[in-house]
């Protein structure tokens, strides 16, 4: 930080929790993490987060309401687009 001041947590940390509430946002889903709530949540398994089916993501319960404490889980990447489809399957 320019004024001199040390960050609480790392560039990684900060880009990732950036990133992370900027792609909600992309998709016009309500964050409501703040940096320290969201570094708590991921706790000893942030860096298990990812992409590939394997890794760990921040799932809403039934893809539905905002990213919040209360309405999230942790699960794979496979486990949530698999729930993802079964949700989208049972609404044709």
Known sequence: MSNGTKRKY???VHHAY???KAQA?????EWQFDIDSWVEWWGDDF???GRRSLDLVMARHGDEG???PD???KCT???NHQTKNRIMNSRK
């Open 10 to 12: 790392s560039y990684r």
């Open 18 to 20: 950036d990133t992370q």
């Open 25 to 29: 946002g992309c998709r016009g889903i």
């Open 47 to 49: 860096d298990l987060r």
């Open 66 to 68: 905002p990213y919040h």
């Open 71 to 73: 309405n999230v889980i």
């Open 77 to 79: 990447a496979r486990e």
